[in-house]
């Protein structure tokens, strides 16, 4: 199946620092990625769709300046949160799309990125 | 818009008995996937189940099947046998292939007791 990855993990840094997180399509290349921001227990808010060689389009109320989204290729869209401060800490995770799987509309999703602003 | 909505903040199960967790969507569209996701305390979404809107049968994956009530814009997760590792949050969500989007609903925590 499809796999995506995202690294780091988890990582805690310092307020007024900038952090970038990867999101990579292991075994399938994604003209489209997504980027999700969770709080504990509930949904997943989408914060931005990420397409390959183009700007991302955020949703209403995401800072873009705030959270620079790059796809350079196919396999690898990042997400840097600029000048992060404590209230940017969250559970941010990315997904793909898989456009020639025959399920294209499905999404997969990485494991997350846990932040810590301190 | 779409809005999905999930009525069960929390569910819970017997080992090896039955539940369905309910799901209801609103949309005007005609051409959409529904979807059920798990997210276990490791918190890594998993797909457990997909149904096309045009299909009128129902998508079943081993133990787990739905029931997707169009007109009524219902969609239900039935989870027969259940295991403790079946324990998590689950998630339906709406993706709107005009949109190229997933609009997910509030979560349904299910609980398994041996």
């Known amino acids: 199946g499809a796999v995506v990855s995202q690294h780091p993990s988890w990582v805690i840094c310092k307020s007024g620092t900038s952090v970038k997180i990867e999101c990579r399509s292991l075994?399938?290349?994604?003209?489209?990625m997504f980027w999700y921001r969770q709080f504990p227990k509930q949904s997943l808010m989408l914060m931005a769709t990420?397409?390959?060689?183009?700007?991302?389009?955020?949703e209403q109320g995401v800072e873009k300046d705030k959270f620079l989204i790059n796809h350079a290729s196919l396999t690898l869209s990042t997400l840097t949160v600029t000048s992060a401060h404590p209230e940017d800490s969250s559970f941010y995770i990315c997904?793909?799309?898989?456009?020639?799987?025959?399920?294209?509309?499905?999404?997969?999703f990485g494991p997350g990125t846990r932040l810590l602003v301190l | 818009a779409q809005t999905v909505t999930q009525s069960q903040p929390e569910m819970s199960v017997q080992e090896a008995e039955t539940v369905t967790l309910s799901c209801t969507y609103d949309?005007?569209?005609?051409?959409?996937?529904l979807f059920w996701y798990k997210q276990p305390p490791s918190r890594q979404m998993i797909l457990v189940i997909r149904?096309?809107?045009?299909?009128?049968q129902n998508a079943t994956e081993n133990r787990f099947s739905v029931n997707f009530q169009k007109a009524a814009k219902s969609f239900s997760l039935k989870i027969s046998d259940s295991q403790l590792g079946d324990a998590a949050m689950y998630f339906c969500?709406?993706?709107?292939?005009?949109?190229?989007?997933?609009?997910f609903g509030q979560g349904t925590i299910l609980t398994v007791h041996p």
């Open positions: 969500a709406f993706f709107s292939t005009s949109y190229g989007k997933l609009t």
């Open positions: 949309t005007s569209e005609s051409d959409y996937y």
């Open positions: 997904s793909a799309r898989d456009p020639d799987s025959g399920a294209g509309e499905t999404q997969y």
């Open positions: 149904q096309e809107a045009y299909k009128q």
């Open positions: 990420s397409n390959e060689g183009s700007k991302a389009t955020y």
């Open positions: 075994d399938f290349q994604a003209t489209t």
